[in-house]
Each structure stands twice: as structure tokens, then as C-alpha cells.
């Protein structure tokens, strides 16, 4: 007896398996656009490691203000970021590097924890940061939260 194999069933069979799989999460996290625009001051630039203060608007969340740390390596920026909003505040991790067409260091962000208000929420996107000038620069982010 011979079995015939179907490439066209099986890989319709294999797509809306991945379908499943891809919309399951989705449809249970709720997620909602999440847009930030900040500033940063550098109080510390020693070597390869540098930090600063930040603060700024975010939507949803409002007012903000908190800190930064991040070293440089690899021919990018990594670092670690705390939002401190009214009711609680998320610690973001980041990696970014310089895009020479924009003149901005540009790249992900991922949203690690949540207190407060914020508990048990998630996210990414992406992160735009203006080069500093005289230590203080301008930053956006723009992605989505997620429960």
C-alpha cells in the first residue's frame, strides 16, 4: 500500500497550526499602544559606563522621572532604564546603536517588570535617543503594553 504525501495539505495544515500557536497569546494579553517622550541628563561618564537621570511624558502613565545605566560595547549601547510614575514604575532594558541616515541610536526596548499599577505588564518597541548635547539629550519610544 502506498501513503501519497500532500505538500500543499500539509503545509496548510502546518500555517494554521503556527496561526494558532501565534493568535492563542494574543488574544488572551490585551495589549494597547504605549508612547514616551523624554529627556536625560548624564551624571556619570566614566569609561565605557555611563548614567543619568531621566524624565518626561508617557501615554498612557503621564508624568515620569527616574534613572538610567548603560555601557557601551560591541558597537552598541546597552542599559537599563526605571520610569517612576504616580503609583508605580517600569524598569525597561534596551539595546541600541547609531544609525548614521537618522543621527539617532535607534533600536529595541523591552519592558522586564512592573510595580504598582504596572505590576504584570509587558511590552516592546522601539527606541530613538538623540545624541546628548552638554550631557542632556532627548529620547521616544513607541511600542505596546501588554497584560
Known amino acids: 500500500m502506498r501513503q501519497r504525501f500532500c505538500l500543499s495539505r500539509t503545509a496548510l495544515l502546518l500555517l494554521a497550526a503556527a496561526a494558532l500557536i501565534l493568535v492563542g497569546p494574543l488574544a ?40 538610567f545605566a548603560q555601557k557601551r560595547g560591541g558597537g552598541g549601547i546597552s542599559g537599563m532604564a526605571t520610569f517612576n510614575f504616580n503609583g508605580g514604575s517600569l524598569l525597561i532594558a534596551y539595546q541600541v546603536a547609531f544609525d548614521d541616515e537618522l543621527g539617532l541610536l535607534v533600536g529595541p526596548y523591552v519592558i522586564i517588570s512592573g510595580t504598582g499599577r504596572w505590576e504584570g505588564i509587558g511590552g516592546d518597541g522601539v527606541l530613538l535617543i538623540e545624541p546628548a548635547v552638554n550631557g542632556t539629550g532627548g529620547f521616544t519610544m513607541s511600542g505596546t503594553l501588554s497584560r
Do not use: H, I, K, W
Open 28 to 67: 488572551a494579553a490585551q495589549a494597547e499602544n504605549f508612547q514616551v517622550s523624554g529627556t536625560y541628563v548624564f551624571t556619570d561618564l566614566q569609561g565605557a559606563a555611563t548614567a543619568g537621570t531621566l524624565s518626561g511624558q508617557a501615554r498612557p502613565g503621564g508624568q515620569f522621572s527616574g534613572d
